[in-house]
Structure formats: structure tokens, C-alpha cells
């Protein structure tokens, strides 16, 4: 059965002919005739009576609603992807990382809802590897995130590099690694530290920095907001190593302090002292065919980052 078959059995009903049916349809007579022959083969029945008036057999009347509604269906899903493929989005729905919703982002969306004033953009702020699962499972249309190649290096991913940042530590102004200028992983490894609860990426990376030294990481709290973490630092016990993005407003806090990592003359991470993140855009293929999403993905990639250096200096 095909649609066009279908459609030439509706046009019929509705004309009680297959000369009108045919110029309805914008086919010839002949090709109308064929079109519900093949289809009274498939179903076994024939639809029309065809001594004068073409009238629908019962085998018609069974089909009549039926096929109405299919090519209601079909009329209304063309619809709906040639309104998609010209912009017309209800909603674009971005998962991002909590550093780049607090600082990075809000140019960008206000970019963008200007520009696409009738599609409601929602944001949700999520851990890496929730927000990728999220992209996978279809629930959002695009994730800004700690690249994990791990999972993120599929066919129909598309991956755009948007930075690379330094991490650094964020102790009390009074905490002791605060008097150094350049934290040592010697010391830095010897106080309990607020990390970041599963799932997200930053937790698994100075894991596994700390596995690398073959020194045993102290998590003593677990949270997932960067409030949080400045909240429970600035009482002066624990330590917390963030990415530079995530530390704007610390620097800014005069009862916190923000250190960068030191080389270590007695240990050192296999590849050099520095640990850095890389925070990556992405989407699917086929998403980024949409307007919108292919101009929220340029918007991001013309404004984020907007100037690294300037956080290390504030």
C-alpha cells in the first residue's frame, strides 16, 4: 500500500469519479485506475462499485476514515519538518555545564532570543555525563560539556573545541596553601578536598589525577553547585580544585583565594605538572541542519570564550 494510492481512493470518494479524481489528483485517468487497481489487490477487495457513479463497496467504507487519517497524518508531519527545516522550532533545548550557564552563556542567549524570537529556549545546567546522556536520549538538542572522547566520539556526534582552561585550587584566604603562589601537588594532596558529585566531569578528572600520583584523593563533600563549593571552602577547612571559568567570583571574594597548580620536583603527573579541561560543544548531524540550532551552535562559537586571560587577571 502506498500513499499515493491513498490519496487517489480519497479523491475518488470525493468526486464520485475517476475523471475528476484524476484532475484533482494532477495525474491522468489511466494512472488513477492503476493506482486503485494495485490497491484492490493488496487488500483482496474491490473499494468502488463502477457501473456509473463510482460508489465505495463496503470494503471502501471500511477504508474511507482510515485513509482520511493517514493522509491527515502525513499532510501534517510534511508540515511540521518543512516549518523545522525553515526555522519554524517551537523550543531548542541546550544542556551546559554549571560554569558556562553562570558566566558564558547569558550573552548568547539573549543573542539568540532576539534573533529567534518565537522558539522558547531552555537551558538546563547539568554534569558532563548527564548532559550527554540527555543528547543521546534525544531530550535536548544541544550539550556544552567537558569533553570525555570516551563518549563523545560517535558518528552522528558533531564536536566543535570551544577552549581549553586551566585548573586551579580555591582555598580560604587563611588556608595554608593559600601563602603559596603556585600550589605544589606535595601539599595540595595532604588536605580534604569539596569535589563535585558523580556524573560530573570534573570529579573524575582530579580522580584521577590523584590515582596518577598514586596519592589517594580525601573527598570529604560531595556538592554540585559552584555557590556551594565557595560556601563550604570559605569555612577554612577544605580545598576544592575548580577550572578557571568556575572561579570569576572567587577571585573577587576577599575571604577566598585562588591559587594555580606548581610543578612538583618530587611529584609530578605523567605528562607535566599542568591539569587542564577542555570544554567541547555538541550535537547530532542531523540537528545541526536546523536554523536555529545551526545559529545557537555559530553563536556559541563566535562568543564563548569571551576573553580567558582577562579571568586570570580579575
Known amino acids: 500500500m ?4 491513498l490519496q487517489a481512493f480519497l479523491a475518488i470518494a470525493e468526486t464520485g469519479s475517476f475523471q475528476q479524481a484524476a484532475k484533482k489528483c494532477g495525474v491522468t485517468q489511466s494512472s488513477v485506475s492503476r493506482q486503485i487497481q494495485a490497491l484492490e489487490t493488496d487488500l483482496g477487495l474491490e ?12 470494503a471502501g467504507e471500511l477504508l474511507l476514515p482510515r485513509a482520511r487519517k ?18 519554524k522550532q517551537p523550543e531548542l533545548c541546550i544542556a551546559a555545564i554549571h560554569s558556562l550557564c553562570a558566566y558564558y552563556l547569558p550573552p548568547v542567549l539573549q543573542k539568540f532570543c532576539r534573533n529567534y524570537p518565537d522558539v522558547q529556549l531552555r537551558v538546563t545546567s547539568l554534569g558532563s555525563d548527564r548532559a550527554l546522556k540527555v543528547l543521546k536520549d534525544g ?33 580560604a ?49 560531595e556538592v554540585n553547585t559552584l555557590d556551594a563549593f565557595r560556601g563550604v571552602v570559605r569555612q577554612g577547612g577544605f580545598v576544592a580544585l575548580l577550572p578557571r571559568s568556575a572561579l570569576v567570583e572567587a577571585r573577587n571574594d576577599p575571604s577566598l583565594a585562588v591559587r594555580p597548580l606548581a610543578s612538583d620536583s618530587n611529584i609530578a603527573l605523567p605528562d607535566g605538572c599542568s591539569l587542564t579541561r577542555q570544554v567541547v560543544m555538541i550535537t547530532t548531524q542531523d540537528r545541526l541542519q536546523i536554523p ?22 580579575s
Open 2 to 5: 502506498r500513499l499515493e494510492q
Open 47 to 58: 473499494l468502488f462499485h463502477r457501473k456509473g457513479q463510482a460508489k465505495l463497496t463496503l
Open 70 to 87: 493517514i493522509c491527515q497524518e502525513w499532510e501534517t508531519v510534511t508540515q511540521e519538518i518543512t516549518d523545522l527545516l525553515a526555522g
Open 139 to 171: 531530550l535536548v538538542d544541544l550539550a556544552i560539556v567537558m569533553n570525555n572522547q570516551l563518549l563523545t566520539a560517535t558518528r552522528e556526534m558533531v564536536v566543535a573545541v570551544l577552549y581549553d582552561e586551566p585548573i586551579e585550587v580555591l582555598t
Open 173 to 221: 584566604a587563611d588556608h595554608p596553601l593559600a601563602e603559596y603562589e603556585h600550589v605544589p601537588w606535595s601539599e595540595l594532596i595532604h588536605y580534604p578536598q569539596v569535589v563535585f558529585k558523580d556524573g560530573y566531569g570534573m570529579q573524575r578528572l582530579v580522580q584521577d589525577s590523584f590515582e596518577r600520583l598514586d596519592a589517594t584523593l580525601q573527598a570529604a563533600l
Open 292 to 313: 536555529p540550532i545551526q545559529h545557537f551552535w555559530e553563536l556559541v562559537q563566535e562568543n564563548i570564550p569571551p576573553q580567558l586571560d582577562s579571568l586570570q587577571q
